[in-house]
Antibody, heavy 121, light 106 residues
Framework: QVQLVESGGGVVQPGRSLRLSCVAS????????IHWVRQAPGKGLEWVAV????????YYADSVKGRFTISRDDSKNTVHLQMNSLRAEDTAVYYC??????????????WGQGTLVTVSS | DIQMTQSPSTLSASVGDRVTITCRAS??????LAWYQQKPGKAPKVLIY???SLESGVPSRFSGSGSGTEFTLTISSLQPDDFATYYC????????FGQGTRVEIK
């Protein structure tokens, strides 16, 4: 069965960095896009970033552009989200999700359980 | 950027009620709209994609309709398991979620 497992969350000071990981299993990882979506405490969902199945395209929300970098390692079925210059407003549960494919932009058909990032001094 | 606006923000309903949630896009998104259900402390789960296609395993009491800029999610007969928050998401141009609609027990 399809599984996505996030890790790497924790408490970090403003201005510091953190790297999240998403390990996938149960499907042919190298043929799917992977998204990151976040949810601040008590708030709605915010799309963050996506990486194409072959790494050829990467897109970011304006709120994280220039600070976050998405990458993938198909040998380890893993996607990373490198988060630099963290701000208090980046505090959220971060979910990775599989892009369903079938169109240039796609919806997310499977989600991980999320990892909490808290940015606080 | 495409903005998505859901209404209402909160909906109070009883088991067996027919429930409708609306999602409006700031510009046409064709049929590239998905609906998700999220329960407290859990990841979102996709219900509907491409406006009206039911994701595998989702009960048939869920349905979606619309096109262009106005879309609806309908639950034909609300069940106890359906009390949750629902989000629409456009994927016509990048990705944007609506702000969510909480369905609570009346």
């Amino acid at each position: 069965q399809v599984q996505l497992v996030e890790s790497g969350g924790g408490v970090v000071q403003p201005g510091r960095s953190l790297r999240l990981s998403c390990v996938a299993s149960g499907f042919t990882f190298s043929t799917y896009r992977i998204h990151w979506v976040r949810q601040a405490p008590g708030k709605g969902l915010e799309w963050v970033a996506v990486i194409w199945y072959d790494g050829s395209n990467k897109y970011y929300a304006d709120s994280v552009k220039g600070r976050f970098t998405i990458s993938r390692d198909d040998s380890k079925n893993t996607v990373h989200l490198q988060m630099n210059s963290l701000r208090a407003e980046d505090t959220a549960v971060y979910y990775c999700a599989r892009g369903a494919g079938g169109s240039y932009y796609d919806y997310c058909d499977y989600w991980g359980q999320g990892t909490l990032v808290t940015v606080s001094s | 950027d495409i903005q998505m606006t859901q209404s209402p923000s909160t909906l109070s309903a009883s088991v067996g009620d027919r429930v409708t949630i609306t999602c409006r896009a700031s510009q046409s998104i064709s049929s590239w709209l998905a609906w998700y259900q999220q329960k407290p402390g859990k990841a979102p789960k996709v219900l509907i994609y491409e406006t009206s296609s039911l994701e595998s395993g989702v009960p048939s009491r869920f349905s979606g309709s619309g096109s262009g800029t106005e879309f609806t999610l309908t639950i034909s007969s609300l069940q106890p398991d359906d009390f949750a928050t629902y989000y629409c998401q456009q994927y016509n141009s990048f990705w944007t979620f609506g702000q969510g609609t909480r369905v609570e027990i009346k």
